[in-house]
């Protein structure tokens, strides 16, 4: 089982929809991107993630531009954990079908 623990800020995706994500540390994307090879479809890998109290399973995308995976952080996370543009994030993230 492939798991990872990190801290990131949250930020707001520069675009018609408010998407909020957090980037992954290069070093945890590294050795994703290493893992998933070319076995995901459009780069994305699945995860199930745990931010406070809440678990949730989703997908990373890779982002050229940030040169990292991103995650997605829906807006029920952010309510349920009182989470805010700029607030420092803990996450547990676990890799699933890798």
């Known amino acids: 089982m492939h ?3 990190f801290t990131a800020e949250l930020w707001e995706h520069d675009g018609p929809a408010a998407w909020c994500f957090v980037d992954l ?5 590294d050795d ?8 995901t ?8 993630v745990t931010v406070g109290a809440t678990t949730w399973r989703t997908s990373l995308f890779p982002d050229r531009t940030r040169a990292t995976y991103v995650l997605p952080m829906k807006r029920p996370v952010r309510v349920a ?3 805010e543009v700029g607030d420092r994030v803990d996450v547990r993230l676990r890799l699933l079908d890798l």
């Open 3 to 5: 798991e990872y623990t």
């Open 25 to 29: 540390p290069h070093d945890a994307a």
């Open 32 to 39: 994703i991107a290493d893992l998933a090879d070319d076995r």
């Open 41 to 48: 479809a459009f780069g994305s890998v699945r995860v199930e």
């Open 81 to 83: 954990e009182s989470l």
